[in-house]
């Protein structure tokens, strides 16, 4: 047993004496709930930013790993010339500036072994401890920055990009679940940490390659991001109240991992009274019955993520404007900054705008998508500058979609079912991301053999 004031303290519940020695004073049970929620709040917004880092960086430099510009000199920064970049790199015979390859074989490699994660997770991730599946999101992402900066081909590339997918849906499904055992605050600071992995992911990424540094360079410079996840999630969250404490790992202390019937969670502002553990085993029935509920909210929701990663990695390498100052390398790189900014503020915007009708936002996103695939296909737009604001809109959409459909999820679900609902939530984006890719290379193939 430790002292009075240890969160990780177990209540026997046996003696209302012991109870009361227990209790901690109002003003120290106050300040100690405002500096958890503090630590908690910045934990979650850097494990969101962490864990999707990898994830965008590889899409920001989709069009550099197909295009192998690794030449310092050249960079993406001006023309490149015939021995940098061979003839069987693009398409010339197209009105379009085409790499062979479609950007959307990129956002397959990282997406399909996330889908496979979450379809997958949800029915046998709590047989693993949380410990174990920080430590393979961690060595994952670090992993694939290696492999991409140093690999030779785009093979050798895209399984990189396959190791930031194992890092991504890993952890997300980790750590939503994991939102189950805090307050409800922390959701809000994990999605805005998501949406600000997207904007400094692409800004970095864009910034470090116009000041001169190779592709290679950055991605080895990004190394540190995985490390700085690690330590957010040993050193800075606050233990939860209500997790299978000894599934915590190994950063926490192994007297945590004690039994007892009953724990004294910290769901609220304050501690609350000691309660029974909630059951963390549902039938296939009671899971059955969660997914059907969560229907209104995941269908819109992978139809949000299916148009909007149609257009980033179907419609952005298309979208190219020979008369501007920005060559298609650059103007790659800035659709995905703008659209990474979108989902960074709408992301942030829970605490002030919440959304329930989130087909709306699926139409719009719909409507979004149309616009530019025409745009595409008739070139019609003048500037560069109306596809920016456009990017930036279709970003909005696609953040304010996320984020509140998980703040619904786990508002509505049961406090039994809310671990679980949280990680089938978070399938419903993968699974219209993973069919976007599909149907992108196939499109990306006919405009670019267009006469």
């Known amino acids: 047993m430790g002292h009075a004031g240890d969160r990780w303290q177990e209540v026997s519940?046996?003696?209302?004496?012991?109870?009361?020695?227990?209790a901690l004073p109002e003003e120290s049970e106050a300040t100690l709930d405002a500096c958890s929620q503090m630590r908690n709040n910045a934990g979650f917004w850097l494990l969101g930013l962490c864990n999707n880092f990898a994830y965008v960086v590889m899409l920001s430099a989709a069009h550099d790993i197909l295009s192998h510009q690794k030449v310092p000199e050249h960079n993406g920064t001006g023309p490149i010339p015939p021995s940098v970049s061979p003839e069987n790199t693009t398409i010339n015979t197209s009105r379009y500036d085409c790499n062979t390859i479609s950007t959307g074989t990129v956002l397959l490699a990282d997406i399909l072994p996330t889908l496979f994660i979450k379809f997958s997770a949800p029915f046998c991730i709590h047989l693993f401890p949380y410990g174990l599946r920080v430590g393979i999101c961690v060595t994952s992402a670090w992993g694939s920055f290696l492999l991409v900066a140093f690999s030779t081909t785009s093979t050798q590339s895209l399984l990189g990009v396959v190791l930031a997918s194992i890092s991504s849906g890993l952890g997300e499904i980790t750590f939503l679940a994991l939102t189950s055992f805090f307050n409800s605050a922390v959701v809000s600071a994990w999605s805005s940490g998501t949406g600000g992995a997207g904007l400094i992911g692409a800004l970095s990424y864009l910034g470090l390659t116009q000041t001169g540094l190779t592709p290679q360079d950055t991605l080895l410079f990004m190394t540190i991001v995985p490390v700085i996840m690690l330590g957010s999630y040993c050193f800075l969250l606050a233990p939860p109240p209500e997790a299978p404490?000894?599934?915590?790992?190994?950063?926490?202390?192994?007297?945590?991992?004690?039994?007892?019937?009953?724990?004294?969670?910290?769901?609220?502002d304050k501690l609350t009274l000691p309660q029974k553990t909630q059951k963390l085993q549902l039938t296939l029935q009671e899971k059955e019955q969660v997914v059907k509920g969560l229907l209104k909210y995941l269908i819109p929701l992978s139809v949000v993520y299916f148009a909007e990663y149609f257009i980033n990695q179907g419609l952005f390498e298309l979208l190219y404007f020979r008369n501007t100052t920005l060559n298609h390398p650059q103007q790659y790189r800035w659709y995905q900054m703008l659209y990474q900014l979108g989902v960074f503020i709408s992301r942030s915007s829970a605490s002030c705008i919440r959304i329930r009708k989130i087909w709306l936002l699926a139409i719009l996103q719909c409507l979004n998508m149309l616009f530019l695939l025409f745009a595409v296909r008739y070139m019609f737009l003048p500037s560069i500058y109306m596809v920016f604001v456009l990017i930036l809109y279709e970003g909005l959409l696609g953040g304010a979609g996320y984020v509140n459909t998980f703040h619904c999820v786990s508002e509505e679900s049961k406090p039994e079912h809310r671990e679980f609902a949280m990680g089938v939530a978070c399938i419903a984006d993968t699974l219209g991301i993973s069919l976007s890719g599909v149907v992108a290379i196939p499109v990306h193939n006919y405009f670019c053999h267009l006469p």
Do not use: F
């Open 13 to 22: 519940g046996d003696s209302e004496e012991e109870n009361e020695e227990m």
């Open 245 to 268: 404490r000894c599934g915590w790992g190994v950063c926490k202390p192994k007297s945590s991992c004690a039994s007892s019937g009953i724990q004294q969670p910290l769901l609220g």
